[in-house]
């Protein structure tokens, strides 16, 4: 199936009651995307998705991004495995927000540093004040 262009956003009671799906991309042309685990609910990724992305993740049902670093479409999981098949897409109140439930395959990582999850890391204050990382769990 073929996703025609999004329209723009309306009036505020049409963005935030009505049915129509209108992402609000930011200036940059990107929608912020938080990815979540269907089999446990963990958290996994937050990514950016332009129109195209998101377009293309609808049509096939499995998660593309916009990658800020690279400037290119990105495949979820095309060289690693890791493809995340979209389970729920869900939108927030403002639509300028997403996000998505997904299955993850192969060996059910997430991040490029091998880890299952992004967030691995807590932030916390040690004795002096200072904000500093400690592990948070795979």
């Not at 009036?11 to 995307?33: I, K, N």
Request: charged share 25%; hydrophobic share 35%.
């Amino acid at each position: 199936m073929t996703v025609p262009p999004f329209d723009p956003p309306g009036s505020r009671t049409e963005v935030e009651e009505g049915a129509a799906f209108t992402p609000r991309f930011d200036r940059d042309g990107l929608v912020a995307c938080i990815a979540v685990d269907a089999q446990d609910g963990r958290v996994l990724m937050l990514a950016h998705m332009n129109a195209e992305s998101l377009r293309r993740t609808l049509e096939t049902g499995e998660a593309w991004y916009w990658s800020r670093s690279r400037r290119e479409l990105w495949h979820k999981g095309a060289t690693s495995g890791q493809v995340q098949r979209v389970v729920e897409m869900r939108t927030d109140c403002d639509q300028d927000a997403l996000l998505i439930t997904v299955a993850v395959g192969g060996d059910g990582g997430c991040c490029h540093t091998g880890r299952r999850a992004c967030f691995y890391r807590s932030v916390t204050l040690d004795p002096d004040g200072r904000a500093v990382l400690n592990p948070a769990g795979a």
